[in-house]
């Protein structure tokens, strides 16, 4: 149900730039990859702020009966993956986000970059 795992997509977005997150970008993955519908890249300032984000994003998400699937990195907040299937979360400190460059690797996908309102 793509409409639903936008929605969920824009909904941790938002909750990302709410704490402070930045470079907020929704790929559109479903049309050139079955890992899932929606990528969510989000990059923060220093570990803990990875990971508070993480957890703002679990918990709002969780407000609407949406548990994530997987959660990994949790423990070094360099690079936080929230699997919800339809959508992935990652969230990265900035010199991790740029080294692996998911943007770039999925060149082809459209992205939405949302901004604080």
């Known amino acids: ?26 790929l ?14 989000v990059s923060g300032d220093a570990d803990v702020h990875v990971k508070a984000i993480s957890n703002a994003v679990c918990d709002e998400l969780l407000d609407d009966g949406l548990k994530p699937f997987h959660k990994e990195g949790l ?3 360099n690079w936080v ?23 770039k690797l999925w060149g082809d996908a459209p992205i939405e970059e949302l901004k604080d309102e």
């Open 1 to 26: 149900m793509a409409n639903r795992a936008l929605e969920t997509a824009r909904k941790a977005g938002q909750v990302a730039l709410a704490k402070r997150g930045f470079d907020v970008k929704i």
């Open 28 to 41: 559109k993955m479903d049309n050139i990859s079955s890992i899932c519908d929606y990528f969510v890249i």
């Open 75 to 77: 423990d070094t907040g």
């Open 81 to 103: 993956l929230l699997d919800y299937v339809d959508v992935v979360v990652h969230i990265f400190r900035e010199p991790v986000r740029t080294f692996y460059a998911l943007e």
